[in-house]
């Protein structure tokens, strides 16, 4: 019963280094997002995917890249690591019926130094 | 712009009391609102939900009130537990996209035993 997976739990990055946020789902949905949280705040949308080949821009996308390649996978990229990057990211799945909740993964910590 | 408001950040309540936790938006095309609870170390988990077309929902010992004109809704738990305490987050959706969700700051609540 996995749900949504999420790698790595934790990460540390340097300021200009790059790195790929896995997030795998295996409930065949065709809805999958990722977003960030700050301490504090509320979840905020950085990228959202339709269905295999489809993505689109949230609420704050820039210095992120995503790709949807499969049903199942949903990668985000960081090219450039900044100190404002710094916070925990989720990924999350829904099916594309109205009225439908999301579905989260237990997130990845990422902070830049 | 935040369109979802939890202006409460903290709560506390004792054991067997009612805990109402309250949400305000302010995009008047939102028409599916959500309940998400979150534990430390991971995603927020899905609660209960409603419709715009309801003004009430109940799912247990927990009951979402939606108040349109007021534009207003409210979590209610009854009888409150020490295993409620958590941060629990409003979310709303005007289901564009992939039916997006925009999300409040959330609420702490703690339950004393």
């Known amino acids: 019963n996995a749900g949504v997976t999420q790698t790595p739990k934790f990460r540390i990055l340097k300021i200009g280094q790059s790195m790929t946020l896995q997030c795998a789902q295996d409930?065949?949905?065709?809805?999958m997002y990722w977003y960030r949280q700050d301490p504090g705040m509320g979840l905020k949308l950085i990228y959202y995917s339709v269905g295999a080949g489809i993505t689109d821009k949230g609420e704050v996308p820039n210095g992120y890249n995503v790709s949807r390649s499969t049903t199942e996978d949903f990668p985000l990229r960081l090219e450039l690591a900044a100190p404002s990057q710094t916070s925990v990211y989720f990924c999350a799945s829904s099916s594309t019926y109205s009225n439908q909740p999301q579905h989260f993964g237990d997130g990845t910590r990422l902070s830049i130094l | 712009d935040q369109q979802v408001k939890q202006n409460s950040p903290s709560l506390s309540v004792q054991e067997g009391r009612i805990s109402i936790l309250n949400c305000d938006y302010t995009n008047s095309m939102f028409d599916y609102f959500l309940w998400y609870k979150k534990y430390p170390a991971e995603g927020p988990t899905f609660l209960i939900s409603?419709?715009?077309?309801?003004d009430k929902n109940e799912d247990g010992r927990f009951t979402v009130f939606l108040n349109k004109s007021a534009k207003h809704l409210s979590l209610h738990i009854v009888p409150s537990q020490p295993g409620d305490s958590a941060v629990y987050f409003c979310?709303?959706?005007?289901?564009?996209?992939?039916?997006?969700?925009?999300f409040g700051t959330g609420t702490r609540l703690t339950v004393i035993p």
């Open positions: 979310a709303a959706s005007d289901q564009t996209g992939a039916n997006n969700l925009f």
């Open positions: 409603i419709s715009s077309i309801k």
């Open positions: 409930m065949n949905h065709n809805y």
